[in-house]
């Protein structure tokens, strides 16, 4: 299974970001995916978590400002960030739970990251 994170780029603070992490390869189930970032410095942190059902979680940081979404037929998910800020800036990475055969073992799989810098 391989994770294709694209979307980042420069914006300034109050913009806004669509992330986009598509998942190819030879996939059974596509469960739980996940959106991580990682600022100079500091460790990686989870920033939202899809279910395969549509169940979302984010990190209290987010304050309502991003949306996460997922489309199961494309093995695509998607993460809209609004009123970006200073400290948004980070490597967003996508993650993914995944079994590439019905009885096999779910493995975790990441993406190579996309950079997000956000300007004040």
């Known amino acids: 299974v391989q994770l294709q994170a694209s979307g980042g780029g420069l914006v300034q603070a109050g913009g806004s970001l669509r992330l986009s992490c598509a998942a190819s390869?030879?996939?059974?189930?596509?469960?739980?995916m996940n959106w991580y970032r990682q600022a100079p410095g500091k460790q990686r942190e989870l920033v939202a978590r899809i279910t395969s059902s549509g169940v979302t979680q984010y990190a209290d940081f987010v304050e309502g400002r991003y949306t996460i979404s997922r489309d199961n037929a494309k093995n695509t998910m998607y993460l809209q960030m609004n009123s970006l800020k200073p400290e948004d800036t980070a490597v967003y990475y996508c993650?993914?739970?995944?079994?590439?055969?019905?009885?096999?073992?779910?493995?975790?799989?990441w993406g190579q990251g996309t950079q997000v810098t956000v300007s004040s």
């Open positions: 993650n993914a739970l995944a079994k590439v055969w019905r009885f096999g073992a779910e493995h975790d799989y």
């Open positions: 390869g030879s996939i059974f189930t596509l469960n739980d």
